[in-house]
């Protein structure tokens, strides 16, 4: 029975098709076809770098030579800094995360993200796009600007060469 109701609905779609001119019946889907195309796609992560560069006015390129440099495009990339404990032993502490290696504590205060959310590649990278483009206005160049994003606000004002080295790799 059921078979012969979607066979009748199949046949009268089909001749309703037949009716249409030429330009209007353009395309022919199945609705229970399960190789329709997906109407709402997960944008991937060229696209997501594509759109937040916009947003932003930089170039997709430099975002993704950004992401080479810093983790190689490992998304669960960690970066220990060492720090000096008072009994003069060197305590880690988990700083640069993700993709664009973004600070936690720079996420928290310029994009309001909460460190554990920055292994999300999408969160690191709009997170990190907006950190850089902040950067470069500030700066006022891009490769200062790049210099800000690795070493800090202060490698504007004081001479930092591990960040200059940085600018010239990316």
Not at 86 to 93: D, Q, V
Not at 94 to 111: P, R
């Amino acid at each position: 029975m059921r078979t012969t109701i979607n066979n009748i609905c199949a046949g009268s779609i089909l001749i309703a098709l037949l009716c249409l001119p030429p330009n209007m019946a353009r395309i022919h889907y199945n609705l229970w076809d399960p190789k329709l195309p997906n109407r709402n796609p997960k944008p991937t992560l060229s696209e997501i770098i594509q759109t937040r560069a916009a947003e932003h006015n930089l170039n997709p390129r430099l975002i993704h030579r950004v992401i080479s440099v810093e983790s190689s495009g490992n998304p669960s990339a960690l970066l220990f800094y060492p720090r000096l404990h008072k009994a003069g032993r060197s305590k880690l502490l988990a700083s640069s995360i993700g993709l664009m290696q973004v600070l936690g504590l720079t996420a928290l205060e310029s994009c309001r993200v909460q460190p554990a959310a920055l292994f999300n590649s999408k969160v690191n990278v709009t997170c990190g796009i907006k950190i850089l483009a902040d950067c470069i206005k500030q700066a006022g160049s891009i490769n200062r600007g790049l210099v800000c994003y690795n070493g800090g606000p202060g490698c504007l004002k004081h001479r930092c060469p591990e960040a200059e080295q940085y600018a010239s790799r990316v």
